[in-house]
């Protein structure tokens, strides 16, 4: 069982920054490839980016240039750089954790934490 706990989100004004952070339980995090999702109201919930446990990364095309995913192995944690922040970016925002090498962007992971929410003003 993994668990993961997301923290970072706030207020922000729109060309702002934020970093958020997923730490996650357990022995073995370096070996799940993990992802970021999002959702706003009324909307579903999208991929924004992906790490592998080898760290390749993907991303989607609406963070692109402004988003950066990495991860720490030593400190199980995984993060998100969120720069040039637009208000299209406000959403709960939430780590997952696929036990697999490749990254999807499909909800297809094992394991979600609970969320944190990114506001971003106009």
């Known amino acids: 069982q993994v668990q993961l706990v997301e923290s970072g989100g706030g207020l922000v004004q729109a060309g702002g920054s934020l970093r958020l952070s997923c730490t996650t339980s357990?022995?073995?995090?370096?070996?799940?490839?993990m992802g970021w999702f999002r959702q706003a109201p009324g909307k579903e919930r999208e991929f924004v980016a992906g790490?592998?446990?080898?760290?390749?990364?993907l991303y989607a095309d609406s963070v692109k240039g402004r988003f950066t995913i990495s991860r720490d192995n030593a400190k199980n944690t995984l993060y998100l750089q969120m720069n040039s922040l637009k208000p299209e970016d406000t959403a709960v925002y939430y780590c997952?954790?696929?036990?697999?090498?490749?990254?999807?962007?499909?909800?297809?992971?094992?394991?979600w934490g609970q969320g944190t929410q990114v506001t971003v003003s106009s």
């Open positions: 790490i592998s446990w080898i760290g390749g990364t």
């Open positions: 357990g022995r073995t995090f370096s070996r799940y490839t």
């Open positions: 997952a954790a696929r036990a697999a090498i490749v990254v999807v962007t499909t909800a297809e992971y094992d394991y």
